[in-house]
């Protein structure tokens, strides 16, 4: 069996240079964050040290053991649905040739498109009112080649909502975000990535029956770097989160030997 380890690498807000979220990011306000310039060089790593940006569908294809993958193999992943993911995120991908998975909070989405806002509460950042993208916004990242996952109607914590509410209430966190998906993009995502990384073995029958992966998500500190592998169950796959708090040089360790041994 392969000993291919693939980094998938989280991000959440990726902020102008000039944002005050960046002026006054200090220790746990730095979570959840980066600046422009970081990410940039970011992708410039990737692309001179020639890593591949495959889609989540390739990953999981790979897992399924139906496909290969190349050598240098990463994902890119934007959770939430944040309105910088389209003005920030999607010109800079676009000229590097990169695509990736936006995972949106359908809550979010919905509000903006209506012209309202939406407080949700996240592991990084609490509770936040931020903007969010809209509709007509997801389908032009859909349109640049742009995998889609559903990320849960409210941004949930999913094991939470399961011990409050049984399999009914995941269940319904799941068709309220599908009904959308289907009226405004005329899909439903295949897969999935744990809102704060909330979840359990029950959870994950639950979902699974509605999508072909489930994503993990860690928010250790200090940092934990953990991996998908060609034995990574498919309703557990792993990734990187990647903020102000991770410097350059970890950065770069994800793509080592070091960190992937």
């Known amino acids: 069996m392969s000993d291919q380890a693939v980094p998938i690498l989280v991000y959440h807000h990726v902020y102008p240079e000039a944002?005050?979220?960046?002026?006054?990011?200090v220790g746990d306000s730095a979570a959840g964050i980066i600046g422009v310039a970081e990410f940039e060089r970011h992708l410039q790593y990737l692309g001179?040290?020639?890593?591949?940006?495959?889609?989540?569908?390739?990953?999981?294809?790979?897992?399924?053991?139906?496909?290969?993958?190349?050598e240098r193999?990463?994902?890119l992943h934007f959770d939430n649905g944040w309105l910088?993911?389209?003005?920030?995120?999607?010109?800079?991908?676009?000229?590097n040739g990169f695509s990736a998975t936006c995972f949106p909070i359908t809550d979010g989405i919905e509000a903006a498109s209506e012209g309202r806002s939406a407080a949700v509460r996240t592991l990084t950042e609490g509770v936040v009112d931020k903007p969010f993208m809209n509709w007509g916004q997801v389908q032009q990242l859909c349109d640049a080649g742009w995998e889609i996952g559903a990320h849960t109607a409210t941004h949930c914590r999913?094991?939470?909502?399961?011990?409050e509410e049984g399999d009914a209430g995941v269940v319904r966190e799941v068709e309220v975000a599908n009904a959308l998906f289907r009226r405004h993009l005329g899909f439903t995502?295949?897969?999935f990535a744990y809102p704060s990384g909330s979840r359990n073995d029950r959870t994950d029958e639950v979902l699974s029956a509605y999508y072909r992966s489930l994503r993990l998500w860690h928010f250790e500190w200090p940092i934990r770097w953990s991996f998908t592998r060609a034995d990574t169950p498919v309703d557990a796959t792993d990734c990187q989160n990647i903020?102000?708090?991770v410097s350059f040089a970890d950065f770069q360790r994800i793509f080592t030997s070091e960190a992937t041994d």
């Open 19 to 25: 944002a005050p979220e960046l002026e006054s990011a």
């Open 48 to 70: 001179d040290n020639d890593w591949t940006v495959v889609s989540t569908s390739q990953i999981v294809d790979w897992l399924r053991g139906g496909a290969e993958l190349p």
């Open 73 to 75: 193999a990463v994902a």
């Open 84 to 95: 910088d993911t389209f003005q920030v995120v999607l010109p800079r991908l676009r000229d």
């Open 158 to 163: 999913v094991a939470d909502r399961h011990e």
């Open 189 to 191: 995502p295949t897969h």
């Open 243 to 245: 903020d102000l708090r």
